[in-house]
């Protein structure tokens, strides 16, 4: 067993960025002579919280022989200067590096962790190229913030969005000693305003937060020079990743991302470790379900073993993970594996027309796995499954990615509307294994010329419960009347399950409030008035060729 410390009192320091903003941080040390590796954490919340919603307190990995340095970053707590999202996280990412690697007591050698925003630091930070800079392991990380952090395939993630802008602006109104704008924004905070004339920006941002960088998020286009720079830009890093994700968490998209892109050019291990969790707690009770003790949070016993070999002069031995440790869902249990599996099932929708009314007609048919004698015979015309989204309506959200709170809810409930159509498999008679990204290819029909889909993947016990497994959501602009495939790529997952249950594809044009309702009118998220939302019919050819489901194979 590795050895413990006794831990000092916290200290405070302080360090000098290049342009002299004073930046401040509590350091927590061994009490032992040393010297030993530096575990850094730069983050925008207040450096006492440290991340302790995810993370065991720095005072339990200083007893595992590491300075411990959390930091405010810049405008933040009690570090000087203003606080723009991102801005200044490169440069003065390089500085506290270099900064920390000379603490007293230090090898000189330092890595980095945290999650969210956190992670996003590490990442500006190892972009800079600091030379003491070892190894690090950002967890869900919206690694390009416009695809994996403020849109899901053109979608707002509204409730995620403004949820984030609102505390952020509380924080500033906080430390400016504004009274009135932190009861504004704390009170808002309590009960989003996404019954606003404009949900997407609320009179409450606009009114006590005209600096927010959610204005920039909702008024900036996708190929914007705004978007780069907000980007960690790390075509020339090249370091020991520890990859942390989760599967009802919102920013999955950034993890995967990052870890492609870093396992396909690396000299480096690049694990990847995903649990059941949402963005916060990481525990065995995801939503309503409880996963066992298997998904309780690794995180910390593993970052200790990632940096002591990677940071600590007498390094344990060499660190040859499997690359890829997911947490299988319903059998409930990790599984380590050396790549993503590559063979897919594909599956076919039928019905009579009536998957929006009747939950027995919708089918979700395995093929070609199913015996030809099995399966329901094809309709003499073409399937079509007609539902209307109503705006003073609309499907709501529970559970899923990027709901708040996120996890695993029963959605029976949801799945028994009549503006939601569901698909349902006869009950296993083998055991399903899926680990990947699922495709979906819908063949569809609207009156309106843009239109949201929201496609969810569930498991169907026998007693009825309906378990979300993955969800994807995307904003579609086809000419009205024109039928047209369209193609959406769900939340990553992993889950195997059991004879006796079924899977099912439940479809919506709405999921409110994680996204923001689509008004039907073309116009953007920050003109968009709940005033003037349409009533919206759309049509989906279940049996037509185009209309598929992949599922990628355990």
């Not at 575990?39 to 200083?62: D, E």
């Not at 990743?241 to 492609?260: A, E, T």
């Not at 239109?451 to 969800?471: A, H, K, M, N, R």
């Amino acid at each position: 067993m590795a050895k413990r410390y006794a831990v000092l009192p916290k200290e405070s320091g302080a360090m000098w960025t290049r342009d002299r903003v004073r930046l401040e941080a509590d350091i927590y040390r061994p009490d032992a002579a040393g010297p030993f590796p530096v575990l850094l954490m730069r983050q925008p919340y207040g450096r006492a919280i440290a991340s302790t919603v995810v993370y065991a307190h720095p005072t339990w990995y200083a007893a595992q022989g590491f300075i411990v340095v959390i930091q405010d970053v810049r405008g933040r707590g009690t570090s000087e200067g203003e606080f723009h999202l991102f801005e200044h996280e490169v440069d003065d990412g390089f500085d506290t590096v270099a900064w920390a690697a000379t603490l007293p007591q230090s090898n000189g050698q330092v890595g980095m962790y945290g999650f969210s925003y956190q992670g996003m630091t590490q990442l500006f930070a190892a972009a800079a190229l600091p030379p003491a800079l070892k190894a690090i392991a950002p967890a869900m990380v919206g690694y390009h913030p416009r695809e994996d952090w403020a849109y899901e395939h053109g979608a707002f993630l509204l409730q995620a969005g403004v949820g984030w802008a609102i505390q952020l602006a509380a924080e500033t109104a906080r430390l400016r000693g504004d009274d009135d704008a932190f009861h504004h924004l704390y009170q808002a905070s309590r009960q989003l305003p996404i019954h606003d004339e404009t949900p997407a920006c609320p009179a409450v941002l606009q009114q006590y937060a005209p600096d927010s960088f959610l204005h920039d998020w909702l008024t900036h286009p996708p190929d914007s020079d705004y978007w780069q720079g907000i980007t960690p830009q790390l075509d020339q890093v090249d370091l020991p990743m520890l990859h942390i994700g989760g599967w009802f968490d919102p920013y999955l998209r950034g993890d995967l991302r990052l870890h492609r892109e870093l396992a396909a050019r690396s000299q480096y291990p690049q694990p990847l470790w995903i649990g059941p969790w949402g963005h916060i707690p990481w525990g065995r009770q995801v939503g309503g379900r409880d996963f066992g003790p298997a998904a309780n949070s690794p995180v910390d016993r593993l970052q200790v073993e990632w940096f002591a070999h990677w940071l600590q002069d007498d390094a344990p031995p060499s660190w040859q993970p499997m690359p890829l440790h997911l947490f299988e869902m319903s059998a409930n249990c990790w599984r380590s594996r050396p790549a993503w599996g590559q063979q897919t099932q594909r599956c076919q929708l039928a019905s009579h027309g009536l998957a929006a009314m009747d939950q027995e007609d919708g089918k979700l048919i395995f093929q070609p796995t199913i015996p030809a004698a099995d399966r329901p015979a094809p309709p003499e015309l073409p399937s079509i499954d007609t539902w209307v989204h109503d705006p003073w309506r609309p499907v709501p959200s529970l559970g899923g990615h990027a709901a708040m709170p996120a996890g695993a809810f029963n959605r029976a409930a949801i799945d028994s509307r009549s503006d939601v159509l569901t698909y349902t498999s006869v009950p296993l008679q083998a055991e399903l294994a899926v680990a990947g990204q699922i495709e979906v290819a819908l063949h569809c029909q609207c009156d309106r010329p843009t239109f949201d889909l929201s496609i969810t993947l569930s498991e169907v016990l026998p007693d009825g419960t309906v378990y979300p497994l993955t969800q994807g959501y995307g904003r579609f602009e086809v000419p009205a009347q024109q039928w047209s495939t369209c193609r959406l790529t769900l939340q990553p997952t992993c889950f195997a399950l059991p004879v006796g249950q079924a899977l099912r594809l439940s479809i919506s044009t709405a999921c409110f409030p994680a996204y923001a309702v689509n008004p039907g009118t073309g116009e953007a998220d920050k003109d968009s008035r709940l005033i003037n939302a349409k009533i919206t019919t759309i049509s989906l050819q279940a049996s037509h060729g185009a209309t598929q489901i992949l599922l990628p194979l355990s």
